[in-house]
Structure formats: C-alpha cells, structure tokens
C-alpha cells in the first residue's frame, strides 16, 4: 500500500537538505584526532580528460567501484534509482537489451536499425546496439554518467546523455580477486579477476563472472522458468609499454545470455482461453520454445602517445558484433495466437584518432576524428495460426538490413580567461549515409523464420514489402559553456549543447498498408540550455550539485504501432516541436567522521508543443498535441540514503540503504493500462571489511517492501481475435550474501 504523505514529507526532506551526490564517496585521512573527515576528490572523464568533478561543467554522476561494491549494485540499470531524471531499465523481452532514457529522450523502439538517444561506452569504444548493453558490474574502476547532449566530444545519438562504463587499469601489479554470491531465487554468481606482469612492460589482466539464478516465476503451462538468469561473460586485456612515452592496449570482451525469454503478464481476461490475469505478476503462459541467446563480443586496440609535455595523440580501434535469437509470445495464454520469434545480428567497426594539447596554465585541447561502419540487420515473423484459419493459419515474415557509415570531425577547446573565469567552446560536424533493405512477406501455413528470405518456405502469398532506400544527413553540433569560480568551493557556469540522433528507415514498413513507408525519417535535433552549479560547503563536509534545464526537442522519433483490419500498421512519425525542462539536485553531507547523507532529486517537465498523426488507411491527418505525452519520463524522481560506518576489533562494518521514488510513468506516446503509478523502492546493505582488506562480507536487500512495478510492455488490444495486453515487471524483493577475497 501507498504512503503518499510519506513519501512527500521525504521529498520535502530532500529538498530542505538540499540533496545529493550519488557518488558515495569515502572520506580523507582526518588531520586532527576529533576532525570531521571532508569528502574525497572525484575524478571523471566527462571532457575526454581526467578533471575533479567539481571542475565539470558538466552534469554528471560519477560511481566508483568501491561504491558500487558497497551497494552491492549487480548491472547498469540498478543505478537509475540513483540518477536523477533518468530511466534504466531492462527491455520487455530479455535480460540483455537496455531501454535508456535521459532527461526525456531515449531509444524508444529496440529493433535493429533504429538508432538510441543515450549512448553507452565501454572504455573509449561506443556501443551502437541496445542488445547485449545491460552491462554487469564486474572488473571496473567507475561508471559515470552524462545528461544533457554530449554530442561535441561523443558523437550522434547521445542527445540525452551518456554513459561510460570504464574498466579497470592494468597496472602491472599482482592481484586476485574472487567473489561468490548466493541469494533468493537460488541466486549463485561467482566472478573472479585479477591481473600481473609478464615482464617489465607488458601486463595482463583478466575477470570471468557465471551469474545465475531461478525464475521469479514460472511458465505455468510448460514449467519453464520466467525471468530467470544464465550468462557468463568475460574479459581479457594486455597492455604493452612501448617505451615511456608509448603504450598499446588490447581488449576483448564477450557475453553469453541463455536466460529464459520473458512471458509477459496478461492484465485482460483472454476473450479466445478465458484465462484470467494471473495473481503472480511473474507467472505467464506461453505456446512458443523459451529458448532465447543473446550475444555480445567485441576487442579494441587503444594507442596513446605523448608526443612531449604539451601534445597528445591517441588512437582507438574497436570492433564489435552481437546476434540475439529470441521468441515473444504477445498473447501469452498457451495457445497459438499471436507469436513473434526474432532474429538480430549486427556488426560495427570503429576508428578514431584524437589529438590533445594543454600548455599546463590556461588553455587546452582535444580534437580528432572519428569514422564508423555498421550493419545492423535482423528478421523476425509475425505466426498467426487462428487467423485464416480454413488455410492452415499465416506467418508474416518481416526483415532487413541497415548499413550505416558515418563520418566526424570534432575539437573542444577550453580556454581560462583568468582566475575567476573560464570559457569552453566545442563543435563536431557529422555526416551520416545509411542504406537499407526491407522486405515482408506473408506466407499461408505456420512457420518459423529463416535469417535468409532467400531459404523462405517457397513464393509468398503476397508481397507487403520489397524495397530498397538510402539517404544522408550531415549536422554540425556546437557547444559553448562558460564557468565562473565564485572562490575556492563554488563554481557557476551557463553552457548550450547541440544534440543530433541520425535518421533512418523503418524496418517493419509495410507498403500494403502505407505505400510511402519506403520514405526514410528525418534525425532528432535537440538544443539544451543549462545553467549550474558546483559547490562543497561546510568545510568540505558537504558536496552540493544543481542545474536547472531548458530544451528545445525538434523531431523526436516515434515509433507508432496500430491495430488494423488488414494487420498491424507501423510508422516512425517525426514528432514535430516539444520542450522539455527541468531542475537536478545532488549532494552527499558528512554529518559526522562516520556517517554520511545523500540526496538526488529531478523534476521534468516534457509536452509537445505541435504534433499531427496521419492514419495509414484512411490519410486522416489528426492533431494529437494534447493527446500525447513523453514515455519513460516519470515528472519527479528522488532518492534518500545514508551510510554509516562501524569500527570494530575484526574490522569495519558500512551500513547503507536509500528509498528511490519514481514518479508516474506512461509507457508508449498514448496513457494505457500499461501505464506504472508511482512507487518507491526501499533497499539496504551491510558489508563487513577485514582489517587486512582482503576479505569482505555482505549482506544486500533490494526492493525490500516488494513492489511491483512495470517497466514495459506491449498494448495492441483486440488482435486476431483476442487482446495482447501484457505487461513486464522489475525486480521483486530479493536478499543476497556475498563473499569476496582479494589481494
């Protein structure tokens, strides 16, 4: 049950303690026996260089291993509860793909081709796909995340931010680490790392985490398990010292999920079954196989020379590729209505060069270029046996390929006019070529899909689909900040940030329905004005970051699916103009040597300004203005925690826990009943240290009041005779012991 004036008088708390860094940062070596310790330096990365925190100009949340440790954080999307105004979820249908959302702009649709809104980074190397980037904690030295368009120095399609995943440095020394986790739902992880030196100038490291676990629930028809977890995945890195100014480091990384697809959970009576909605939001049916694969590989090869005390250069190659073989049954009753296997394979090469220079005192630089090729393709069929049913059922078979090069040329510039102030000016021109394949055909009789429409079953009832289209765009995205420092422990600054996601080709066209679908759609174009601050008062005790943000969002991309006579109708629209503010508070306050507070609160206020829908079968233009709202994009977002620390004999025992509020939240462009009321999320830690270090203990809860809480779904109504209503839910209560050794 709901306390709403709980949770207000929380936020309320927030507010007034004026709110918090989520970075749980440990505290310096005090200097005088009964000194309140002050908060430790963060370092990020956010400019392509390595700054404190407090000297960014940027907003962004910063999370270090020890910190994560602590929290007993397990992936990426753990961490939504502890950035403002940002949406990390695992997508519908496996544990694998990310759906990302920051600041109102993100990846709506997970289908090959279609491009993201967040981009995520391992090390320097960008991840195209959003298949495989659910990334684990495992081997790292912090995660930070950036909101707001970063496009200058990260290229397209991170106009609502980014987030970078930066592993852990070889540094030649011996080390071992080994972890084992057991916990609810027969929770049984187990990762071990570590790392040494060959020679004088050649390390090598390596982790391998096995993460395994039941299903919440079960597919009660076959007694499969639902939602449960089978992935493994690895890392092997070498670095070699050329010589004191030269070093070469490879990596390559793979990930292996054979988890379980999902079963949704129907929230309608089935008018074909009569099956009512389960009471176990984790219970489902299903009249597919739940075989599901997902995966993710990928090596990089990073060069980095210092030319001499002023310049730089650095060079990073990387190649990744990923494949998903997966099956959603949207009906989810047992019985053979609407089923949908899928099948996505990509690939992507990447290059860039980067020059850097600073002349140590007022002025630096780093610039570069940055190519990219891609190909993404996939098919997936669309099995419909009750329907025509005299002929043996249909199968729709739908699929493609995307090709995409892209090409950038970007510098930033930062510029200290004198003490006090300090001026950043940046740009990165892109141009963008894509080419892409589509075909849909439909078959009589039931199917599987083939990855070739070459191998299909024999010539296709008919042809919805057959076509070819390219197109090209080309934006350049400037960026200008400039900071003020007020004194030694508070910095303004005021920037502006041109955001550009590519445009593309809607790989579910259907020409039958929609003869100029073959048309490609025009790239998302986003200009933010911020206005911030960094501040650590109180002596240090206390870190206190704010923005306040005004965006101008011209094109969003939204995919719109409909229910049909002829079928299921797709579109991407680009949705005209909308605008999208908001405030961002963080702050971590050091009560006493001891204890620590923290605080995040967002508040996101995002409409369309103008939009029109055009209905495929009739032309219909209507005005859907105040019809339509943002998905993923929940208008208040706060989190409270806290972090006490016990010393004792045997060593040291962090105690730790937050409650995370989320505001209402509408899943597609339309309110349904899909559609997640708020809820808050309570959750504690507690972790024993040795005195040596080498040994720790923990003990973690999560979503400790069990809420249920949706984090999508699919909504197409009355379809093929029976409704495909079904929803997808987070984490239940869940508690975990885990041990880990090091040295």
Request: charged letters at 20%; one cysteine or more.
């Amino acid at each position: 049950m709901r306390q709403p004036k709980f949770r207000h008088s929380l936020l309320a708390l927030a507010v007034a303690s004026v709110v918090s860094m989520p970075a749980y940062a440990q505290q310096e070596e005090q200097t005088e026996e009964n000194e309140v310790k002050g908060l430790e330096r963060i370092e990020v990365t956010a400019r392509r260089k390595t700054e404190s925190l407090q000297e960014v100009p940027v907003s962004v949340s910063s999370f270090g291993a020890g910190d994560l440790e602590e929290l007993g954080v397990e992936d990426i999307t753990e961490l939504q509860q502890r950035i403002p105004n940002t949406t990390l979820q695992v997508s519908r249908g496996t544990n694998s793909t990310l759906t990302a959302y920051i600041r109102g702009v993100g990846q709506q649709d997970p289908l090959w081709g279609f491009e993201p809104g967040v981009g995520v980074y391992i090390d320097d190397v960008y991840i195209a796909r959003p298949q495989g980037a659910v990334l684990e904690v495992m081997d790292l030295e912090r995660i930070e995340v950036l909101r707001g368009p970063q496009g200058t120095l990260y290229g397209k399609n991170t106009i609502g931010g980014a987030l970078k995943y930066v592993t852990k440095e070889l540094s030649g020394y011996d080390e071992f680490a080994i972890q084992g986790t057991i916990g609810s739902y027969n929770q049984r992880d187990l990762k071990l790392s570590g790392q040494t030196a060959l020679t004088d100038n050649f390390f090598i490291g390596g982790a391998i985490a096995t993460l395994q676990r039941d299903g919440f629930g079960e597919y009660v028809n076959t007694g499969d398990d639902n939602y449960n977890k089978d992935l493994l995945t690895y890392r092997v890195s070498a670095k070699w010292l050329l010589n004191e100014d030269m070093d070469l480091k490879f990596s390559y990384d793979k990930t292996k999920d054979e988890s379980n697809s999902k079963g949704g959970h129907r929230l309608l009576t089935s008018l074909v079954t009569g099956q009512e909605p389960y009471d176990d939001v984790y219970d489902s049916n299903t009249a597919m196989p739940v075989d599901n694969l997902v995966e993710t590989e990928g090596w990089s090869m990073v060069f980095n020379w210092d030319i001499n005390a002023n310049w730089g250069f650095k060079s990073v190659t990387a190649s990744r590729e990923g494949n998903t073989d997966t099956n959603i049954d949207f009906n989810s009753t047992g019985e053979p209505i609407f089923m949908v296997p899928a099948i996505y394979e990509d690939e992507q090469f990447t290059q860039e060069f980067q020059v850097s220079y600073t002349n140590n005192s007022n002025f630096d630089f780093v610039g570069g270029v940055y190519f990219y090729d891609g190909e993404a393709c996939g098919v997936f069929g669309t099995v419909l046996p009750l329907y025509l049913e005299a002929l043996g059922g249909v199968t729709v078979d739908n699929g493609g390929c995307v090709q995409t090069d892209s090409l950038a040329i970007y510098g930033q510039a930062n510029y200290d006019l004198n003490d006090d102030w300090a001026l950043t000016l940046g740009g990165r021109y892109t141009r963008d070529e894509k080419e892409a394949e589509v075909y849909r055909y439909t078959y009589l009789g039931v199917h599987y899909i083939n990855r070739d429409p070459a191998d299909s079953y024999g010539d296709p009832f008919a042809v919805n689909s057959e076509f070819n289209t390219k197109a090209d765009w080309s934006r350049f995205s400037p960026h200008v900040a400039l900071n003020y420092r007020v004194n030694d422990d508070v910095m303004l600054y005021g920037s502006y940030s041109n955001g550009f996601k590519s445009g593309g080709v809607d790989m579910r066209a259907d020409q039958s329905l929609n003869p100029t679908i073959n048309e490609p759609y025009d790239p998302e174009i986003v200009d933010t004005f911020e206005l911030g601050f960094k501040s650590e008062l109180a002596e240090g005790r206390m870190r206190l970051n704010g923005a306040v943000f005004y965006s101008d969002y011209q094109d969003m991309q939204v995919t719109v699916q409909r229910v049909v006579e002829a079928g299921i109708s797709s579109q991407v629209l680009n949705a005209g103009q909308s605008t999208v503010k908001g405030i961002e508070l963080e702050s971590v306050y050091a009560a006493t040597d001891t204890l620590n507070f923290t605080a995040v609160v967002g508040y996101i206020d995002a409409e369309f300004d103008s939009i029109t829908y055009s209905e495929p079968a009739t032309g219909e233009i209507t005005d859907v203005t105040d019809a339509w709202s943002f998905q993923n994009t929940p208008k208040t977002t706060y989190s409270l925690g806290f972090n006490k620390t016990f010393e004792m004999e045997s060593g040291q025992i962090v105690w730790s826990g937050n409650y995370a509020f989320r505001d209402d939240t509408q899943m597609f462009e339309i309110p349904s009943r899909l559609d997640q009321s708020d809820y808050g999320l309570f959750n504690t830690s507690v972790v024993w240290y040795s005195n040596s270090g080498q040994w720790n203990v923990g003990l973690h809860g999560k979503n400790l009041g069990n809420e249920e809480y949706r984090v999508g779904g699919y909504n197409f109504g009355p379809t093929f005779g029976d409704d495909a209503v079904v929803a997808y839910y987070g984490d239940p209560r869940t508690v975990s012991l885990t041990v880990g050794y090091k040295f």
